[in-house]
């Protein structure tokens, strides 16, 4: 079945990096993009970005939000996305998902999300 | 604050129809498709509506989509139990080259 399993919980100490995998699987991956989407406690969903699978090119949108923090790249070897966030803050504090579909697309398969703590 | 727009809460008790609205820009919404998401908290999104009015394989057929200029709705008919849940809309910005999302509606069945 078609699925995306991420990696588990992380806590990390504030100026720190933070890196989350997202393994696919029941589907061609260099067929699909992944984009990743963020939600702060409280708070609603953030896109953060996208890539290509195949080619692994990256598009984080002109609003520089991530400010050059952000770095996502894609395994073909093993099916898997990452995305590495660095100089973490306590705003970073997110559960952080991975979906299948990039720019325009509908994301219609998602990972369980991802946990990730920025505390010290 | 959320470049789409929609209303923090809906309700309705079982049976009723609720809907729930999304507004945007022409660089966004009145450019592009817009898509649902349905998110129960603890649980993964969920897509329910894509392409504006399109509905996925398994998504029952009370969940349905519509756009109208910089404007898009969500409406469940004969809303049930289960429906209880935040939904987003998102869809992509041309000016800003990137995704961008509503800032959810919870949905509340009485």
């Known amino acids: 079945q078609i699925q995306l399993v991420q990696s588990g919980p992380d806590v990390k100490k504030p100026g720190a990096s933070v890196k989350v995998s997202c393994k696919a699987s029941g589907y061609y991956f260099t067929d699909h993009s992944i984009t990743w989407v963020r939600q702060a406690p409280g708070q609603g969903l953030e896109w953060m970005g996208w890539?290509?699978?195949?080619?692994?090119?990256?598009?984080?949108g002109l609003g520089q939000r991530f400010q050059g923090r952000l770095t996502l790249t894609s395994d073909t070897s093993t099916n898997t996305s990452y995305m590495e966030l660095s100089s973490l803050t306590s705003e970073d504090t997110a559960v952080y998902y991975c979906a299948r579909g990039g720019a325009w697309d509908a994301f219609d398969v998602w990972g369980q999300g991802t946990f990730v703590t920025v505390s010290s | 604050q959320s470049v789409l727009t929609q209303p923090p809460s809906a309700s309705g008790t079982p049976g009723q129809w609720v809907t729930i609205s999304c507004s945007g820009t022409?660089?966004?919404?009145?450019?592009?498709?817009v898509n649902w998401y349905q998110h129960v908290p603890g649980t993964s999104p969920k897509l329910v509506i894509y392409?504006?009015?399109e509905r996925p394989s398994g998504v029952p057929e009370r969940f349905s989509g519509s756009k109208s200029g910089t404007s898009a709705s969500l409406t469940i008919r004969g809303l049930q139990s289960e429906d209880e849940a935040d939904y987003f809309c998102?869809?992509?910005?041309?000016?800003?080259?990137?995704?961008?999302f509503g800032g959810g509606t919870k949905v509340t069945v009485l």
């Open positions: 392409a504006n009015a």
């Open positions: 890539v290509r699978s195949n080619y692994g090119n990256t598009r984080f």
């Open positions: 022409k660089s966004n919404i009145g450019s592009n498709t």
């Open positions: 998102a869809a992509w910005d041309d000016s800003l080259q990137g995704g961008v």
